[in-house]
């Protein structure tokens, strides 16, 4: 299966150049937050291929005009050929905006998670926009990724953590995949397409 996924700014390739051929043998699009409605939109349109998407911390204008023909997978398991996929957008709270959350927070919504996924016989993919703490983040506060996501990952051992909002271009020699454990934790911005 190739997913592409992406966040945090348009790509210029899917966007300002868009042809409908660049998404041939795409089968799923996952979205980390951040990005224009329109844009998902768009892509959506574009192909056959299911787009999900959580909310980044700035995606505040959703609520008022969602992306057509997406899924939001906001704190739900979902499958798509096999795949089970969790969502959970948002990032540390820094300003007290929407889908900012405390440590604390974030640990709810993953222990409310846990009986899906235990029901479901596990998780492949947990879709975040925020990374782990120490996996891809920043040292600013706003930039930081959640320790919550530790335990989550440890017991259940997804084998992918596809997350956003740490641009790589804000000059932090930030990689783009890191290994932890059995989970390897992708940077998504812009656009990044894997084979599962």
């Keep these: 299966m190739k997913i592409l996924a992406i966040s945090d700014v348009e790509s210029k390739y899917l966007w300002d150049y868009f042809q409908p051929e660049k998404l041939e043998g795409v089968d799923l699009i996952l979205s980390c937050g951040d990005l224009k409605a329109s844009y998902l939109t768009l892509l959506a349109t574009f192909t056959h291929a299911p787009l999900l998407y959580v909310h980044g911390n700035h995606d505040t204008g959703y609520e008022r005009t969602p992306p057509e023909g997406c899924e939001c997978i906001e704190d739900k398991l ?9 969502g959970l957008g948002g990032s540390a709270r820094y300003s007290g905006g929407p889908h900012q959350y405390t440590e604390r927070q974030m640990r709810w919504r993953l222990l409310r998670a846990e009986l899906a996924v235990r ?6 993919i947990v879709l975040t926009h925020a990374p782990p703490r120490g996996f891809g983040d920043a040292e600013d506060y706003a930039h930081r990724g959640f320790e919550a996501f530790f335990p989550f990952l440890d017991r259940f051992k997804p084998a992918y953590l596809i997350h956003g909002h740490v641009h790589m271009n804000y000059g932090l020699n930030i990689p783009r995949k890191v290994q932890r454990g059995c989970t390897t934790i992708i940077n998504a911005w812009e656009r990044y397409a894997l084979e599962v």
């Design 119 to 124: 029901l479901a016989g596990g998780v492949d």
């Design 78 to 86: 979902v499958e798509v050929n096999g795949l089970r996929i969790l």
